[in-house]
C-alpha cells in the first residue's frame, strides 16, 4: 500500500496545540515534502471555505479543499457542493434560542454554521433532530449544518473526484468531528492528545501531540 | 527610533518569490520572533478579508488586517471600513467591457474587486476616471474600488485604530501598490525584487527577494 492522498484536519491538528489557532510551521514544512514527493494532501475542516482555500493556497497543498465540516468540496477550480444549504433564520434561531455567538465566518458560509461555546446539549441535540438539521462540535465551534453534514459526506466526494481509492488515503485528526473522516482512510492516524473516541477508530496514536504529531507522521511516511 | 508595528504586503512579499503564492515559511518564523519581542505585524493586502483573517489567525499575528487593498481595515475583533463599497454593477461592466477574470474572491469582497490579468490600460485609466472609481495592480490581479481605495487609506485608519505613530512604524513591500503604505511609514523596505518605482519610495532596499528578504530584514531588527 502506498498512501497516494493526506486528509488532515487543521484546528487543533496542525495548531501547537488543541485550543490553539497557532499553525506549527514544522508540520506544514512536513506537509510541503510529502507533496514534492508526490503525496497530495487535503484540508478537511470545519472552517469556511474562503478561509480554508487561502491557507491552501498559500501553504502549497493540491490535494483539495473539504470545507464547512464536509459540506463543501473544493478541487481545481471546481467547487462541489455536498449538503443541502441551511436557511439564515434556522441559523439565528438556533443562536438565539441558545444564547451562542456565532462565528464570524458565517457570512461566508451556506451550508455549515458555527457557534460558540462549543458544547452541545441535549435540547439542542432535540431541536436539530426536530429541525432535520446535523449538529456537531469540533471543539472550536459546535456546527449545525444541513444534511447529510459532517466530513464523511465531504470526504467521499473529494476522493471521488480525485479518483483515488480509500486504500491510498491516509488521514489525520484530533477530534470527534474527525471520525467519519479516518473511517473512509485507509491509515487512520489520531494525534497523541486527540478525543479518546478518534483514537479508538485509529490503527495508530502519534507519541506527538498536534503539528508536532503531524510532522511525526508525515517523517515516518516520507522516510520509507 | 524603536519599531513597535511592522507593516507586511503579502502577495511577492511573504511568498518565496513575486508571483508564487507559496508562504516563506523562514519569513513566517521570523516575524513571529519579532511578534514574541513585543513587535505587532499586520498584513497589508490587495487579498479579500476572510482569506487574510484566516492568515492573520493561523499565523499568530496581532497588529491587525488591512484588506481589500486598504478598504477595509481589522484589529481586535473590530471591523473599519473605509472606502465606499463599490456597487456590483459597475463591477460586472468592467469585467465584461475588458475582457477580464473575476477573482474567486470578489464573493467575498465588497469596496475592492480583483481581476486578471493584472494589467491596466489606458482605456481602463480613462472608464476608472469617468466611473470615480480607483484602479491599481498588484502585479497579482488588477484591482478596482471605491474612493479612496489604495493601502495608504487603510494603514492611515489602522495606525490611528492602533495609536501607533508613523515613526514607530516599518512597513515592507515588493509592488506599486505598497507605494502609499511605504510613505506613511518611518522606516521603508523594500525587497531585492521590488518594483523599481517602490525602490524609490524605500529608505533601503535588501539583498534578497521576497520572503527571504522579510527574514533578512527582520533578524536585522531584531538583532538590534
Known amino acids: ?3 497516494r492522498v493526506i486528509l488532515t484536519d487543521l484546528d487543533g491538528t496542525l495548531t501547537e496545540d488543541r485550543g490553539s489557532y497557532l499553525l506549527n510551521l514544522e508540520a506544514i514544512e512536513a506537509l510541503r515534502k510529502a507533496e514534492a514527493k508526490g503525496i497530495k494532501v487535503a484540508l478537511v475542516s470545519g472552517n469556511s471555505y474562503p478561509v480554508l ?4 493556497n498559500y501553504l502549497g497543498f493540491s490535494g ?5 465540516n464536509g459540506c463543501l468540496v473544493y478541487y481545481q477550480g471546481n467547487i462541489f457542493p455536498v449538503c443541502t444549504p441551511l436557511p439564515k433564520v434556522l441559523v439565528e434561531e438556533f443562536r438565539d434560542k441558545f444564547k451562542l455567538k456565532e462565528s464570524w465566518q458565517n457570512e461566508y458560509r ?3 454554521f458555527g457557534f460558540t461555546p462549543p458544547v452541545i446539549t441535549d435540547d439542542m441535540r432535540k431541536w ?7 449538529i456537531q462540535s469540533s471543539g472550536y465551534a459546535l456546527h449545525i449544518s444541513g444534511r447529510p453534514g459532517g466530513k464523511g459526506a465531504g470526504v467521499k466526494k473529494l476522493l471521488n473526484v480525485l ?6 488515503v491516509a488521514a489525520i485528526g484530533d477530534s470527534a468531528t474527525d471520525i467519519e473522516m479516518l473511517e473512509i482512510a485507509g491509515v487512520r492516524v489520531a494525534v497523541a492528545n486527540a478525543d479518546e473516541n478518534l483514537k479508538r477508530v485509529a490503527n495508530f496514536t502519534l ?11 508525515i517523517d515516518s511516511l516520507t522516510r520509507e
Open 163 to 168: 479518483g483515488v481509492k480509500s486504500e491510498d
Open 207 to 217: 507519541k506527538l501531540k498536534s503539528g508536532d504529531g503531524v510532522k511525526e507522521f
Open 110 to 112: 451556506r451550508y455549515d
Open 53 to 56: 482555500r487561502g491557507l491552501y
Open 64 to 68: 483539495g479543499v473539504v470545507a464547512e
Open 1 to 3: 500500500m502506498k498512501v
Open 128 to 134: 436539530a433532530e426536530e429541525k432535520g438539521v446535523s
